[in-house]
């Protein structure tokens, strides 16, 4: 067996025998950010007339399906403390901050019948403070808290949640556009349909397997392109912003030069990505061909008269087909696909659909404090690549990246895995791929999902023990505002002290 090496694009080159850095430079317009979403940072859960979201019934009425039995009640409480927050993105010195509205606090029964004009209002503040130190705004409207009473009707399995869908994106559009010029239709397609109706990994946790994620797939492609045509077709002429697409992207790299490994390797990206960024990104729109042909195949031997992927109809595809501006692209980790050689050892992305898969992550890749996390080499410069071979030269963000840790200011891995990612996307961009930005997962600690408080991603710790949720800079707040302000990335800067100003200008 042959594993294969990775191109490791150095920044190093020998001068006089002498080993120098080269100092590359980000381009004019690159854009820096942080991410956050709602539901893991606002809390005020039933504050001014927000409805119940999924997470809220989840942790509510199974407490105990979270690591902390925790819940994001209060969580950062930045429906209260926004202001703190922009002042911690001006103290970094971030170009943009993207964020998610939830659907239940300005529409609380999910349905545009009733607007909350209470929670319209604390958007507006929040991004009137963003715009008014010239933060740009890219705002998510869909970061996985969906309303409670559109569940209680299917949720992503009623084809009828496409136009909910697009009624809650109009009045988005209608209230916050004239502000807010990036707009993302969905956070991770495989994680709102896979995990929330398949694996029972994500909210609603509903168990439709080898079916659930497939009519939620088709549903959420369905629903963004109708998001996407009001906004081009009512919003953009006059507002003049984009609207994209956010997924989770790992670097899946065939273990040997086998053809088997090379289809393992396609299979798995048709399954992460490709079944919900096909339809709207390839050249022929629809579901990725290898999948489709696979689960048409298991279908039929299962006994189905038909297959549990239901295909769009060509008006569909069409509909569906050139409906993103922008690629968005969260990217965490990677490992190698095997066809043969099955590793049931973490991080294993589920063998979908009893699709057998190996994944193959080497032992001394540093580890981070989510089982799922590892740090691939030059992943960045992978995925990118894998998704320029896949949809040309779409403009890509970078909406996601970042490391977990237990807790701790002097944060060194996620300072080593920082500067490695952005050195990575800096060998992308050297070779013409077009990376618009990058956004830190995340500004500050958050509720995660599954595992509550007990993982942190933040630049900022937050103390979460303490009414106030007091929030204090990381080493890697100072080492990416370093990396932000100079646009080059210094190995050796280490901060003075780790007292943050507000520099000049921000
Ligand atoms: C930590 C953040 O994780 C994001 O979700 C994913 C999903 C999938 C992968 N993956 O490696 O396959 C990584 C991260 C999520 O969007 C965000 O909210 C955070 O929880």
Known sequence: MKIPVLLLCSAVT?????????SRKFPDGFIFGTSTASYQIEGAWN?????????????????AAIEDQSSGDVACDSYHKYER???MMRELGIDSYRFSIAWSRILPNGLANNVNEAGVAYYNKLIDEIVKYNIEPMVTLYHWDLPQRLQDMGGWLNPLIADWFADYARVVFDRFGDRVKYFITFNEGA????????????????????????????????????????????????????????????????????DEDAYAAELVNQLQWGLYTDPIFSKDGGFPKELFDLVAKKSAAQGFPRSRLTDFTEEEKAYIRGTGDFFGVNHYSGSFASASLYTPQPPVPSPKDDIEIGQFAPDDWPQAASFWLKQMPDSIYIVL????????????????????THEGIEDE???????????????????????????????????????GYTERFGL??????????????RKS?????????????DHDYEPESYVMTIDEGH
């Open 385 to 404: 690549k894998n998704i320029q071979k896949r949809y040309g030269d779409v403009p890509i963000y970078i909406t996601e990246n970042g490391w977990s």
């Open 413 to 451: 891995g996620r300072v080593a895995y920082y500067r490695a990612a952005l050195e990575s996307a800096l060998d992308a961009l050297d070779e013409g791929i077009n990376l618009k930005g990058y956004y830190a997962w995340s500004l500050m600690d958050n509720f995660e999902w599954m595992a």
């Open 191 to 258: 994680q709102i349909c896979y995990e929330g109706y398949d694996w029972v990994t994500k909210a609603p946790r509903l168990n439709m397997s080898g079916i659930g994620e497939y009519i939620c797939a088709k549903n959420l492609a369905l629903a963004h392109a109708k998001a996407y045509h009001i906004y081009n077709d009512d919003y953009k002429p006059t507002q003049g912003g984009v609207c994209g697409y956010t997924i989770a992207v790992s670097s899946f790299v065939p273990l040997t030069d086998s």
């Open 47 to 63: 504050e001014d007339g927000k409805g119940e979201n999924i997470w809220d019934y989840l942790t509510h009425t199974n407490p």
């Open 477 to 489: 707040a100072f080492i990416y505002k370093q990396i932000m302000k100079t646009r080059t990335i």
């Open 460 to 473: 900022y710790e937050v103390d979460f023990e303490d009414p106030e949720r007091t929030r204090t800079p």
């Open 14 to 22: 020998l001068t006089w025998g002498v080993a120098v850095k080269q």
């Open 85 to 87: 927050d922009v002042e």
